[in-house]
Every structure is written in C-alpha cells, then in structure tokens.
C-alpha cells in the first residue's frame, strides 16, 4: 500500500510562485497517474494536473498557464509549481495517486494549506 | 461551480437507505464508466468508496453500492448508520480534460 507524503510553503504573497513536492512510499509507479487536486469550500474538489509515468503531462485548462509538473523516479518524487498566485488560488492542496486507465485516487497524500495573503 | 451537480445535502435515519445523485453531461458520465465515489470526513483526504461505476474496492461495506443511469450516476447506501455523516463526492472521467471532473459534494446528515 502506497503511502503519499507532501510538503511546501503554507503562506504565499500575491504573484509569487506555490511550490509543492509529493514522495512516494511503496507500491509500483508504472501503473498510475501521478496527480495533483485542490479544495476550498466554495469550488470544491478540482483536478490541477497530472504526470504520466514517462513524464509527460497535462492539466486542467483553467490553470494550464501556470502550472508546471515533474517526476523524478530515481527519488520517487513528483511535484508541483504554480505560479502568479492569488487570493484564489488559497485551498488545500492534494498529491495523489490515481489508477491508469480508471482515473480513481486509491492513494493521497495528507494535504498542505496554503493561504495567499498580502 | 462544479462539472458534475449534486444536491448539497441529503439527510435520512439511521437504518433508511439513502440515495445521492449526480449529473453529468454525455461528455463525461453518460459516455464513460469511470465514475467514482469518495467520503470524506472533516480534515481528512477522501476515502475511495467506489469505482467504475459499481466496484467496491476491498474493505468497503457492501452498504455502499453505485449505480448509473444516462447522464446521472448514484450512491445508494443503505442500513444508514450515524458514521456515514459525512461529504460525499462523486468525479467521472471526461473527454474535455482527457482527466477527471468532480461534484461540489454532498454532505450527508444521519438524524
């Protein structure tokens, strides 16, 4: 069973960059989607992007601008830049594990608050 | 607001069966079988209930069981009991992302 840690800066100014990185603990990586999703109480929970196990990648639309993703497997872990962010952009913000080919999570990691605030 | 609609609260005793909806469009539920369910609890990450439409992954009550019907997938949980209170969120596969959509959620209350 896969095990998800995450970590990053919690408190962002305007305009600066949010920095996120996920490790993985157990479990195979070629059979999944290494992904990243945010929550806040008015939108919900929202895909933001995901990396294949090559590398690739893609993201939602709305965000795809801002967002860069990487893999780097030799550590087991993924990570997330988004940069320019706003007021808006404060959630709780998920890394998670989801199956190829099902597009379901069976793995998150705990998540990490981050508040953007002048 | 949210790709796929699902009514913010639904509440029922404990031993009722209940039933959560969720509308999609045919770009996403009513075209795929990937819908999936999760319950979430206040602070916690949501917990997988159920995927592909109708598979349990091991662990989950057969209580818990999905079902779906054109563009709208349901949860139905039965034998309610006082720790099913929680938000549950349903997310489908779409072709607009080539990735997942979800719910607003909603937020069960066991009476």
């Known amino acids: ?118 | 607001q949210s790709a796929l609609t699902q009514p913010v609260s639904v509440s029922g005793s404990p031993g009722q069966s209940i039933t959560l909806s969720c509308t999609g469009t045919s770009s996403n539920i009513g075209t795929y079988n990937f819908v999936t369910w999760y319950q979430q609890y206040p602070g916690k990450a949501p917990k997988l209930l159920i995927y592909d439409v109708t598979e349990r992954p091991s662990g989950i009550s057969d209580r818990f069981s999905g079902s779906k019907s054109g563009n709208t997938a349901s949860l139905t949980i039965s034998r309610l009991r006082p720790e099913d209170e929680a938000h549950y969120y349903c997310s489908s596969y779409t072709f607009d992302y080539d990735f997942v959509v979800f719910g607003g959620g909603t937020k069960l209350t066991v009476l």
């Open chain 1, 1 to 118: 069973q896969a095990q998800l840690q995450q970590w990053g800066a919690g408190l962002l100014k305007p305009s600066e960059t949010l920095s996120l990185t996920c490790a993985v603990y157990g479990g195979s990586s070629s059979d999944y989607y290494w992904s990243w999703f945010r929550q806040t109480p008015g939108k919900g929970l929202e895909w933001i992007g995901k990396v294949n196990p090559g590398g690739s990648g893609n993201s939602n639309p709305s965000l795809a601008s801002r967002v860069t993703m990487s893999l780097d497997t030799s550590k087991r872990q993924f990570s997330l830049k988004l940069s320019a962010v706003t007021a808006a952009d404060t959630a709780l913000y998920y890394c998670a594990r989801v199956v190829k080919n099902n597009f379901y999570v069976n793995a998150w990691g705990i998540g990490t608050t981050v508040t953007v605030s002048s």
